[in-house]
């Protein structure tokens, strides 16, 4: 069973990164894997949270930054050099098929650490903010899902691995989003 898997996730892979492969992709897919792209959106939350909550605003920042801390410790430091899945753009046996556009880099490759850290920041967020503006949630979701899709674009990781990636994240996201409604709570009404 986990050698189909692993084939399923070989052809699904090469469609992504071969079959689909095209010049408006290429040209935003490496800006939207990279995490200095997303700081304008940290800044502004950063902003946003503090100015229409005060403390509770900021304290929801920090466990913005704690699920990203959380999903990143747990997939980059935990379970990567357990597994030791090769990336796809350091598979010699994909150097003549892949379509690589940014450095691969020497780390491992399963889970993608980028679908975990997006996702426990988004479900985070969802979990947190959805019930004050119903497109916070479908936003929040589309934005880790164009991470994770990103990642397997551009040549560095599998779906597999920005799947478990994924569901670790929305795992995490859930976590502390319900901890953080359960102790915090922003109230309804917006205070300094």
């Known amino acids: 069973m986990f050698e189909s898997i692993l084939k399923l996730d070989n052809l699904v892979w090469y469609y992504m990164n071969v079959v689909w492969q095209n010049g408006f992709c290429d040209a935003i897919m490496p800006y939207v894997r990279n995490q200095y792209f997303w700081a304008p959106l940290y800044l502004f939350l950063l902003i946003f949270m503090t100015a229409n909550w005060g403390w509770r605003g900021l304290i929801w920042c920090a466990m913005f930054f704690i699920s990203f801390s959380f999903s990143d410790f747990i997939s980059a430091h935990l379970m990567k050099p357990y597994f030791h899945r ?14 690589n556009i940014v450095p691969c880099g020497s780390g491992y490759s399963f889970p993608s650490s980028h679908a975990a850290n997006h996702f426990s920041m988004g ?10 503006a119903k497109w916070i949630t479908p936003v929040a979701v589309m934005w880790a899902l164009l991470v994770s899709f990103a990642q397997v674009y551009v040549g560095v990781h599998y779906p597999l691995d920005v799947t478990i990636g994924a569901m ?3 795992l995490i996201g859930t976590l502390t989003g319900s901890f953080f409604n359960y102790k915090i709570k922003l109230g309804s009404t917006k205070t300094a």
Not at 125 to 132: D, M, P, Q, R
């Open 123 to 132: 479900i985070f967020t969802a979990v947190t903010l959805g019930k004050y």
């Open 86 to 99: 090769i990336r796809p753009c350091n598979d010699p046996y994909l150097y003549h098929v892949i379509h």
């Open 168 to 170: 670790l994240g929305i």
